[in-house]
T-cell receptor, first 110, second 115 residues
Framework: QKEVEQNSGPLSVPEGAIASLNCTYSDRGSQSFFWYRQYSGKSPELIMFIYSNGDKEDGRFTAQLNKASQYVSLLIRDSQPSDSATYLCAVPTGNTPLVFGKGTRLSVIA | EAQVTQNPRYLITVTGKKLTVTCSQNMNHEYMSWYRQDPGLGLRQIYYSMNVEVTDKGDVPEGYKVSRKEKRNFPLILESPSPNQTSLYFC??????????????FGPGTRLTVL
């Protein structure tokens, strides 16, 4: 069973702080990794994609990948109340384009 | 506009009354999938299709049927809905399994309540 594990949270951070979200995956053959953001009752939307070891930055978001440790993380700098959402880690495995973790709920406190 | 559409967006029905939730994408994607989302359980895959006339079971297929007669459409059929199928349903599509970048595009969701 291919698995993607995330801490369900909630993770609470004060406005302006750095939020750190973590994800581990079981399939060593996975090559690409996705972070989706989902607001309550809405559909998931892609915010970051990474396939190389190291860091990838896009605005306030940084994805970090360590394939040896099978670990991918998402950092949100200068967190805003509008960042409050559930963040889903997703990894393609086998015949399934993406296997999703259960998500981490982030709450940014103003 | 490139999109995945689902209908209906909201549905309240009664146990045993057959229903169909439609899903359509206009991006010529080969892969389509249905998920249900329940509190604390995350997104769980119901069925997926890698191309026309090719469908396969996901993690929670019991009580559901699908068909893929055309590339753009992937309806979800509940032949005899039960209250445990009350959930938020998402359809998603993706361009091609072989690509390293295989973003899934989601529809807006269908909130189903079975009484």
């Amino acid at each position: 069973q291919k698995e993607v594990e995330q801490n369900s949270g909630p993770l609470s951070v004060p406005e302006g702080a750095i939020a750190s979200l973590n994800c581990t995956y079981s399939d060593r053959g996975s090559q690409s990794f996705f972070w989706y953001r989902q607001y309550s009752g809405k559909s998931p939307e892609l915010i970051m994609f990474i396939y190389s070891n190291g860091d990838k930055e896009d605005g306030r978001f940084t994805a970090q990948l360590n394939k040896a440790s099978q670990y991918v993380s998402l950092l949100i700098r200068d967190s805003q109340p509008s960042d409050s959402a559930t963040y889903l880690c997703a990894v393609p495995t086998g015949n399934t384009p993406l296997v999703f973790g259960k998500g981490t709920r982030l709450s940014v406190i103003a | 506009e490139a999109q995945v559409t689902q209908n209906p967006r909201y549905l309240i029905t009664v146990t045993g009354k057959k229903l169909t939730v439609t899903c359509s994408q206009n991006m010529n994607h080969e892969y389509m999938s249905w998920y249900r989302q329940d509190p604390g359980l995350g997104l769980r895959q119901i069925y997926y299709s890698m191309n026309v006339e090719v469908t396969d079971k996901g993690d929670v297929p019991e009580g559901y049927k699908v068909s893929r007669k055309e590339k753009r459409n992937f309806p979800l059929i509940l032949e005899s809905p039960s209250p445990n199928q009350t959930s938020l349903y998402f359809c998603a599509s993706s361009p091609h399994l072989a690509e390293i970048y295989n973003e899934q595009f989601f529809g807006p969701g269908t909130r189903l309540t079975v009484l």
